[in-house]
């Protein structure tokens, strides 16, 4: 499959257009102006997401919406700040029914900010951002939503923003949607340049960076995966693999019958109803957001809280409860980040993306991730802080993608050099501590 750049002659490096800069508005075919609304303050902040980024991004949300009252949806990109051709916004398009525009846009709102800390922390090269469909004039349904003509409508928007956004794959959008997406429009990143590449095994194999990064290591560890679909599956499978005593639970029971694990959903022998106050190592999420709430937290029975879902827990004061309680819970805005990595190079190295083995792509990921979360973790205990506090310290320099400094690259520049000399990571987690060690102590 060729990519769109490829097909439509893009390039794939963002190359700024004289005399745009920044994307204000620009009008459509269907008379709409499309228009940045931005955010007051507060709001920007009320997220459960802006506290774990840097101060001077906790107040710079906008949203962007287009009505196309003919499919029945409306359409908005969130924004965790300005997004530019020289830092695009990066994000999966999520389709979903909302109960009404206000609580669309918030979740736009807070899903970009999850994707800024993504992007921040791991220097991808892009800002956090997300495409956001309601679906709720449909008839309350996203199978109503008439796909092909949305892709069309997308591609459009995405056009007007002229190289400022990118999108892929996310909730009720799959491969076949991307790849219908990209006839249309270059601002496609979803592993199309190499099909043998799985985001979601980047993303799984990222949370196991994490998780190896807490516990030190997997033999003999005792660990719960709570979702065992794309990302859930693969991680405990690999934790099986790997030695640990592995829990599954899974709302289809049948996804939770990994081979070595012990399946404790509803309807198995082992069900666990109450699966939280199991004293275990680490409690993986890779469900629903919100899956903890405060009764539960008062109740948690696990050392440490490392996954894949986006904001586990219903509130703030429950994550503060969790916090407060002496378990470490490492934000999903680090352990989460395999996709947000696979973009980077394909985006920033198209070559290199396109040639590499997908085992290669996985290991990368885990390894930035582990060091990443080796680095958090220090620099919490050195801060005398709760980890997701310490998150906004460990951002890394946006540099641009023309840059030869190798810290100051986009992380997608950097895959070819780690892969030539993979065989010369002999102590996993020794640069995320030589990171901690040499940022300011308060």
Not at 91 to 100: A, K
Not at 143 to 161: D, I, Q, Y
């Amino acid at each position: 499959m060729q990519t769109a750049e490829e097909r439509n002659g893009y390039t794939n490096f963002p190359i700024p257009i004289r005399g745009v800069d920044k994307v204000s508005w620009f009008p459509n075919q269907e008379g709409q102006d499309l228009t940045w609304h931005n955010l007051e303050a507060d709001d920007a902040r009320a997220s459960m997401i802006a506290p774990l980024l840097p101060e001077e991004l906790q107040h710079s949300a906008r949203v962007l919406k287009r009505s196309l009252p003919h499919l029945g949806v409306n359409l908005m990109v969130g924004a965790a700040a300005e997004i530019t051709r020289d830092r695009p916004g990066n994000g999966g398009f999520r389709l979903w029914v909302y109960s009404d525009l206000e609580t669309a846009e918030r979740e736009a709102i807070g899903l970009a900010q999850g994707m800024e800390v993504k992007h921040t922390t791991y220097n991808t090269g892009f800002a956090g951002a997300k495409v956001v469909c309601d679906a709720s004039g449909a008839n309350k349904s996203v199978l109503n939503v008439n796909k092909g003509e949305l892709m069309k409508a997308t591609a459009a928007l995405l056009h007007e923003l002229n190289g400022t956004m990118y999108t892929g794959c996310d909730l009720n959008t799959t491969t076949t949607d991307m790849d219908s997406l990209s006839q249309d429009c270059p601002y496609v990143l979803a592993a199309i340049a190499n099909e043998a590449v799985n985001p979601n095994d980047a993303t799984a194999y990222g949370v196991l960076g994490a998780v190896e990064s807490v516990l030190e290591h997997f033999h003999g560890k005792t660990v719960v995966v709570h979702g065992c679909g794309s990302v859930g599956g693969t991680v405990a499978r690999e934790l099986v693999r790997a030695g640990a005593r592995v829990y599954t639970i899974d709302a289809d029971v049948s996804k939770a019958d990994i081979f070595g694990a012990t399946n404790i959903s509803k309807g198995t022998p082992n069900y666990v109803e109450e699966f939280w106050k199991m004293e275990i190592d680490a409690l993986v999420p890779c469900s629903i957001s919100g899956l903890i709430s405060m009764d539960m937290a008062k109740t948690l029975g696990c050392k440490a809280i490392v996954g894949a879902t986006n904001l586990p827990f219903q509130s703030i004061e429950v994550q503060r409860c969790v916090e407060d309680s002496g378990i470490t819970f490492v934000p999903e805005g680090v352990s989460s980040a395999g996709a947000v990595i696979v973009d980077s190079i394909e985006h920033f190295d198209l070559k290199a993306f396109k040639e590499a083995q997908p085992i290669d792509i996985y290991e990368f990921c885990r390894h930035v991730v582990l060091e990443k979360t080796t680095e958090l973790l220090l620099t919490a205990r050195l801060r005398e802080i709760v980890t997701s506090k310490a998150t906004k310290f460990i951002s890394e320099e946006y540099g641009s993608s023309e840059d030869h400094n190798y810290s100051q690259m986009p992380i997608g520049r950097t895959f070819r050099f780690w892969a030539q000399g993979r065989g010369s990571v002999i102590n996993p987690g020794a640069a995320g501590t030589r990171k901690a060690l040499s940022r300011d102590a308060p």
